[in-house]
T-cell receptor, first 111, second 112 residues
Framework: EDQVTQSPEALRLQEGESSSLNCSYT??????LFWYRQDPGKGPEFLFT???AGEEKEKERLKATLTKKESFLHITAPKPEDSATYLC????????????FGKGTTLSVSS | NAGVMQNPRHLVRRRGQEARLRCSPM?????VYWYRQLPEEGLKFMVY????????ESGMPKERFSAEFPKEGPSILRIQQVVRGDSAAYFC??????????FGSGTRLTVV
């Protein structure tokens, strides 16, 4: 069965304290891996798509990496405004197929 | 340049009533996906539609739920005879060609 697991479920950081979120996946065929950010009461906001092992993408304080079994979202020197739930999702095999989501990691950054 | 528009934002229905959730995709997007998010659960795929066609409905409950995406107008997710277990946030996403999904802000359905 295709599965996406995110860890930890919740993470508390001090402002400036760097860390990483993990997304491990077991799928029959990976086309792409997506990272989204979700704020309370809102829809997921797109961050990154990764397609092949070894690929990396960066946006401000966030960097996403991909291996054959997992992806990491690295957060460097986080700020309170980075507090949100971060969702990982995989797309199987071909364009157009629906995303399979993990349960998310809820990040809280305190000043 | 509006994003994906969903309405209503909040919907309260009594048990047994019908709920209609609307989704207008981004301009030019012809792929629409519906997801449901239960408390403490991840987003679960329900149905994938293109104009006038259901492409994949493998995540839809077999009874009471239906979806359409007509040639003109928004996509509609319809839940008949709602029960308390249908209470959830329902999100719509659209895509231009099956790449890069943009989500709406969701409809929060409460069944009382």
């Amino acid at each position: 069965e295709d599965q996406v697991t995110q860890s930890p479920e919740a993470l508390r950081l001090q402002e400036g304290e760097s860390s990483s979120l993990n997304c491990s996946y077991t799928v029959s065929g990976l086309r792409g891996l997506f990272w989204y950010r979700q704020d309370p009461g809102k829809g997921p906001e797109f961050l990154f798509t990764l397609y092949s092992a070894g690929e990396e993408k960066e946006k401000e304080r966030l960097k996403a990496t991909l291996t054959k079994k997992e992806s990491f979202l690295h957060i460097t020197a986080p700020k309170p405004e980075d507090s949100a739930t971060y969702l990982c999702a995989v797309q199987l095999n071909q364009a157009g197929t629906a995303l399979i989501f993990g349960k998310g990691t809820t990040l809280s950054v305190s000043s | 340049n509006a994003g994906v528009m969903q309405n209503p934002r909040h919907l309260v229905r009594r048990r047994g009533q019908e709920a209609r959730l609307r989704c207008s995709p981004m301009k030019g997007h012809s792929h629409v996906y519906w997801y449901r998010q239960l408390p403490e659960e991840g987003l679960k795929f329900m149905v994938y539609l293109q104009k006038e066609n259901i492409i994949d409905e493998s995540g839809m409950p077999k009874e009471r739920f239906s979806a359409e995406f007509p040639k003109e107008g928004p996509s509609i997710l319809r839940i008949q005879q709602v029960v308390r277990g249908d209470s959830a946030a329902y999100f719509c996403a659209s895509s231009l060609s099956g790449e890069g999904y943009t989500f709406g802000s969701g409809t929060r359905l409460t069944v009382v």
